[in-house]
T-cell receptor
Framework: DGGITQSPKYLFRKEGQNVTLSCEQN?????MYWYRQDPGQGLRLIYY???????QKGDIAEGYSVSREKKESFPLTVTSAQKNPTAFYLC???????????FGPGTRLTVL | QKEVEQDPGPLSVPEGAIVSLNCTYS??????FMWYRQYSRKGPELLMY????GNKEDGRFTAQVDKSSKYISLFIRDSQPSDSATYLC?????????????FGKGTKLSVIP
């Protein structure tokens, strides 16, 4: 089945620890995105990548880092510099020649 | 003024009712409009995608765009309890190849049996 997978579904970490969220897609999409969703805040763009080995900061990139070494994979690292990391994180990808984005199931990160 | 405004609700309706969900926007460059449905603790799924002004129908769902008023709507006919979810509007300006979407904050809908 084609789609976007995110793992893990739930993640718990202690304050001060870095954590990496996985996002994989087998849709052959070039563009991939990371969003953060908080209650009442809507979706906020963290980073996006239009092509392998290239990525751009979104609206709230501080405290996050990404890599794009393979077309299929776009992992997000939440670093200890992120002041309030507890949130629902969504990965998305976009086919060419359209504006629509397709989302993964999300990872809920809780920092204890 | 925010680029996209969407009433967060919550909106509660009885089963079988017609539901109207709306977004207003300020950027006249927006031409492509989407509606996503998001169940609790899940990722958003694309429901409707429309270009410029006009209507688009898909089963019980109708998307309507009025660019002159900068207003988009999603109508759900014969609403079902399974329609209970948060509905997000999204839009972009340049069409094919545009890399960013602007989202509304979502409206939470409950359909009561």
């Amino acid at each position: 089945d084609g789609g976007i997978t995110q793992s893990p579904k739930y993640l718990f970490r202690k304050e001060g620890q870095n954590v990496t969220l996985s996002c994989e897609q087998n849709l052959n999409h070039d563009a991939m995105y990371w969003y953060r969703q908080d209650p009442g805040q809507g979706l906020r763009l963290i980073y996006y990548s239009q092509i392998v080995n290239d990525f751009q900061k979104g609206d709230i990139a501080e405290g996050y880092s990404v890599s794009r070494e393979k077309k299929e994979s776009f992992p997000l690292t939440v670093t200890s510099a992120q002041k309030n990391p507890t949130a629902f994180y969504l990965c998305a990808s976009k086919p060419p020649n359209t504006d629509t984005q397709y989302f993964g199931p999300g990872t809920r990160l809780t920092v204890l | 003024q925010k680029e996209v405004e969407q009433d967060p609700g919550p909106l509660s309706v009885p089963e079988g009712a017609i539901v109207s969900l709306n977004c207003t926007y300020s950027n006249s460059a927006f031409q492509y409009f989407m509606w996503y449905r998001q169940y609790s603790r899940k990722g958003p799924e694309l429901l409707m995608y429309t270009y410029s002004s006009g209507n688009k129908e898909d089963g019980r769902f109708t998307a309507q765009v009025d660019k002159s008023s900068k207003y988009i709507s999603l109508f759900i006919r014969d609403s079902q309890p399974s329609d209970s979810a948060t509905y997000l509007c999204a839009m972009s300006g340049t069409g094919a190849g545009s890399y960013q979407l602007t989202f509304g904050k979502g409206t939470k809908l409950s359909v009561i049996p």
